[in-house]
């Protein structure tokens, strides 16, 4: 089975444009939830969606948003950056079936934010 | 709130040699999983190990294994003949049972010397 991917893996902005970045999880799994991880603040929980629907929602401004598809996929949109945003974005999937709430990482989004 | 602490930052062991590293949490919750993950150099975030709390069984995957002491909240990782592949930053992590949101420690990061 392939694993979590995300695209890009690198990209760079300058403050004041936003981005979206995309994950596609393990065939099969419908949770997906996003991480920021910086080297001040360390791993961050961002969202989860399940079905479409955010689930969980972490401590970050509104300038922070996610969606799901249909088919699992997610995106999460950056809206107005700003420096303190460059970080490493990590999608993770899970079966969220009882016994298999083990979540599974991509390699991650690199954000440098100019 | 989950807290996740993990109070040693660097680590260092001899290749073939055992190692363990610490990681203490609180919760009010009795139910709710905890996990071992290991981010090497190219940022990939890989699972190592993981724990239910209702297991009383610590668990074990080859040369990794787990102290899960409930009682006190502690959750350490044993690695045995450490191998120079094992160099990497490890977190620990706590989740519900219903999965979704991981709460990470600040990560330890370890390094096998020839």
């Known amino acids: 089975k392939a694993g979590v991917t995300q695209t890009p893996r690198y990209l760079i902005k300058t403050r004041g444009q936003q981005v979206t970045l995309s994950c596609s999880p393990i065939?099969?799994?419908?949770?997906v939830s996003w991480y920021q991880q910086t080297p001040g603040q360390g791993l961050q929980f961002l969202f989860e969606?399940?079905?479409?629907?955010?689930?969980n929602k972490g401590n970050f401004p509104g300038r922070f948003s996610g969606r799901q598809f249909s088919n699992s996929r997610s995106e999460m949109n950056v809206s107005t950056l700003e420096l303190g945003d460059s970080a490493l974005y990590l999608c993770?999937?899970?079966?969220?079936?009882?016994?298999?709430?083990?979540?599974?990482f991509g390699p991650g989004t690199r954000l440098l934010v100019l | 709130a989950q807290t996740v602490t993990q109070s040693q930052p660097e680590m260092s062991v001899q290749e073939a040699e055992t190692v363990t590293l610490s990681c203490t949490y609180d919760?009010?919750?009795?139910?709710?999983?905890l996990f071992w993950y290991k981010q090497p150099p190219s940022r990939q975030m890989i699972l190592v190990i993981r724990?239910?709390?209702?297991?009383?069984q610590n668990a074990t995957e080859n040369r990794f294994s787990v102290n899960f002491q409930k009682a006190a909240k502690s959750f350490s990782l044993k690695i045995s003949d450490s191998q120079l592949g094992d160099t990497a930053m490890y977190f620990c992590?706590?989740?519900?049972?219903?999965?979704?949101?991981?709460?990470f420690g600040e990560g330890t990061q370890l390094t096998v010397n020839p």
């Open positions: 993770a999937s899970s079966l969220v079936l009882a016994g298999e709430e083990t979540q599974y």
């Open positions: 065939s099969g799994h419908r949770s």
């Open positions: 969606y399940f079905s479409e629907t955010q689930r």
């Open positions: 919760t009010s919750e009795s139910n709710y999983y």
């Open positions: 724990q239910e709390a209702y297991k009383q």
């Open positions: 992590a706590f989740g519900f049972s219903s999965g979704s949101r991981l709460t």
